[in-house]
């Protein structure tokens, strides 16, 4: 496959660490290139939205880029898009974490913080479960990083959740948009299994099979 064919446009907020995602995508054949252009988010075949760190922060430099239109419009297309954890978040209304800092509004939610009463940030694995018809997510144990979240899906869009003081959305899908609250480059063999999957139904591979995904 030649790194035309399986180019992977990475969004480089300046406040993610996107070299994991990097390799994940590597070793499933792919070419990810980092970028912060509008024109690359909006003819790329395929988009990652990384994301570690804070609310506010990268959504400033979304705007600082011109990146929060084309990112909304092609994710409310169904575009290829691939939204890792705070990507996931970013993409709703907002959240608690910064009140008043819109987010990029691809779908309707503000991401809220668990309850004091349970440990934040939630660290380490925990089992998905999809909800109604997903293409995309299986049944898997996967691992989060995170301290807010979605407690509920947006209209229109399939989903997977997890329990953390109650059940909370783990993943969104619909067309090849997925948005992930867990990190899929760190989940062994059900995260490759999954980047797999997404990246063939973007047309851009893998060259190479995942490993099969845990029950």
Known sequence: MSAAAGEV??????????ASVESALRRLGATPRRTRSP???????????PGVGAFAAAMAALRAHGLVEPL???????????AVCLGMQLLGE??????GVEGVG????????????VRAPLLGWSRIEPQGPCQLLEPAFVYFAHSYRFTSPPPGWAWAKAEHAGPFV????????LACQFHPELSSAAGLSLLGR???????GPSLEAPPCPR
């Open 72 to 82: 909304r419009a092609r994710v409310e297309a169904g575009g290829a898009t691939l």
């Open 39 to 49: 024109g690359d988010v909006e003819s790329a075949r395929a988009v990652v939205l």
């Open 9 to 18: 446009v990475v969004v480089e907020t300046g406040v993610a660490n996107l």
């Open 106 to 117: 691809a779908f309707p939610g503000v991401a809220a913080r668990f309850p004091e009463a």
């Open 198 to 204: 997404w990246l063939r139904r973007a047309g851009v």
């Open 170 to 177: 783990a993943a969104l899908e619909r067309g090849s948009a």
């Open 94 to 99: 907002g959240s608690e974490e910064a009140p």
